[in-house]
């Protein structure tokens, strides 16, 4: 449980990280600070994660935990139809493409399976 809460607030902290560094990574020792707020989470002395993950990322949670739900719901569906909808045009698609082939080669391959008749069979040359 520790470690979840700790790489829970680290995946937090790592994208408002990346929005904040661009406007104040100019600061003097910003990157020393940084460190040692990483080191802070990452301690089992101060436990800053989990002192940040009761205090302000479970609470969030818990608060909206039905719409993260029925967002949840949602995305599943959605994503269960836009695998249908690819799904059914891939196969389209290749059906498509065997077809085209096909009738594409239809004529190379009459040309090479033509009537064996008597009359061809004479006009070969003796092997």
């Known amino acids: 449980v520790r470690w979840m809460m700790y790489w829970i607030v680290f995946a937090l902290f790592m994208t408002t990280e990346t929005f904040t560094d661009l406007l104040i990574s100019w600061l003097p020792f910003y990157y020393e600070v940084k460190m040692a707020f990483v080191i802070w989470l990452l301690s089992p002395y101060t436990r800053g994660?989990?002192?940040?993950?009761?205090?302000?990322?479970?609470?969030t949670l818990?608060?909206?935990?039905?719409?993260?739900?029925?967002?949840?719901?949602?995305?599943?569906e959605r994503g269960y139809e836009t695998a249908l909808r690819f799904g059914k045009r891939g196969l389209n698609l290749a059906a498509t493409a065997a077809v085209q082939a096909a009738t594409k080669s239809q004529g190379a391959l009459a040309g090479r399976l033509r009537s064996f008749s008597m009359h061809d069979l004479r006009s070969l040359p003796e092997q």
């Open 49 to 59: 994660a989990s002192l940040l993950y009761r205090r302000f990322v479970h609470p």
């Open 62 to 76: 818990a608060r909206r935990e039905k719409d993260i739900d029925a967002f949840l719901v949602r995305a599943r």
